[in-house]
C-alpha cells in the first residue's frame, strides 16, 4: 500500500512539473507572437518590451556583444530605421527547452521579407522570468 501512494504522488508530481512546463512555454511562445506583431507595426518599442530592461541584457550578432537594453535599442534603431527595413517579420520556433525552473532557451530562425531585400537567420534566445513575466536576458541571432 505504502508503494502504491508513493507511486501515486511520484505521478501526480510529474504531471504537475508537465504542466507547468506547458504553460511556460505557451506564454514564452505568446510573448514572442507579441513581438512579432509589433515588429510588423513597426512598433520598436512594444517588441523592446520582451527584452529585459537591464544593462545585464545581452545581445550578440555580427557586431559582436552589446551589453544592456538601451544599446539593444539603439542597435535596433540604427539597423532598421525605415519601414521598409522593418518589412514583414515570422518566425520559426524549432525548441523550447527548460533550462532551470524560471528559465528556458529558445532556438529558432526568422526571416523577414522586405523590399528592399529579404534577410533570413537564426537565434537563440535566454528567457526568465521576472517579477511573473519572461523576459529576453540573452540574443543570439545571425
Not at 31 to 36: A, I, K, S, Y
Not at 77 to 103: Q, R
Request: net charge neutral.
Amino acid at each position: 500500500m505504502k508503494k502504491i501512494i508513493l507511486l501515486m504522488g511520484f505521478i501526480c508530481i510529474n504531471f504537475m512539473t508537465i504542466d507547468a512546463q506547458d504553460k511556460d512555454k505557451e506564454e514564452i511562445k505568446n510573448l514572442l507572437e507579441t513581438q512579432r506583431q509589433a515588429w510588423n507595426n513597426n512598433d520598436l518599442e512594444l517588441f523592446m518590451e520582451g527584452y529585459w530592461k537591464s544593462e545585464d541584457l545581452k545581445f550578440y550578432g555580427k557586431g559582436g556583444v552589446i551589453h544592456g537594453w538601451d544599446n539593444t535599442l539603439a542597435r535596433y534603431k540604427k539597423a532598421y530605421p525605415t519601414k521598409e527595413h522593418f518589412g514583414t517579420l515570422e518566425f520559426v520556433l524549432n525548441d523550447i527547452s527548460m533550462i532551470t525552473k524560471g528559465a528556458y532557451y529558445v532556438l529558432g530562425e526568422f526571416h523577414l521579407k522586405r523590399s528592399i531585400g529579404n534577410a533570413d537567420g537564426i537565434f537563440m534566445l535566454v528567457l526568465k522570468k521576472i517579477k511573473g513575466e519572461w523576459k529576453i536576458i540573452a540574443d543570439t541571432s545571425s
